[in-house]
Every structure is written in structure tokens, then in C-alpha cells.
């Protein structure tokens, strides 16, 4: 959770003023990163992965 914190705040402090802050490309950077669900220390996903799923519930 930290790397994802320090990953968001740095693309966030690169752009000179707000409006050239690149939304976009972050939430790109951080689809795709694991973290822990549970206690269990193989209990990991991913933001896609939560999506996915909750795709396929609604269809």
C-alpha cells in the first residue's frame, strides 16, 4: 500500500499545474498492482481483477 501511495504521489507532483496531471495514465500505472486481501499471504488481487469480476456479476 505504501509503493501505491509514493507511485500516485509522485506522478501527481511531476505535472506543473493541476490541469496537466494525467488521470488517465495513473490509474493505468496502479490497475495492475497487487495487494493483499486477506490474511492469508496468497489471499492477493488486483484492481482488474476486482472489476472483472464485478463485471461479470452484473451480466
Same mark, same amino acid.
Given at each position: 500500500m505504501n *509503493?501505491m /501511495?509514493? !507511485?500516485?504521489e509522485? *506522478?501527481?507532483a511531476?505535472?506543473?499545474?493541476i !490541469?496537466?496531471?494525467d488521470?488517465?495514465r495513473?490509474?493505468? $500505472? *496502479?490497475?495492475?498492482n497487487?495487494? /493483499?486481501?486477506?490474511s492469508k499471504?496468497?489471499?492477493?488481487t488486483t484492481p482488474? /481483477?476486482?472489476?472483472? !469480476? $464485478?463485471?461479470s456479476?452484473q451480466s
Open positions: *509503493q /501511495r509514493y !507511485e500516485i509522485f *506522478q501527481l511531476l505535472p506543473e499545474t !490541469e496537466d496531471i488521470l488517465a495513473i490509474e493505468d $500505472l *496502479q490497475f495492475e497487487t495487494f /493483499r486481501t486477506g499471504t496468497r489471499d492477493i482488474g /481483477r476486482i472489476l472483472r !469480476e $464485478l463485471m456479476k
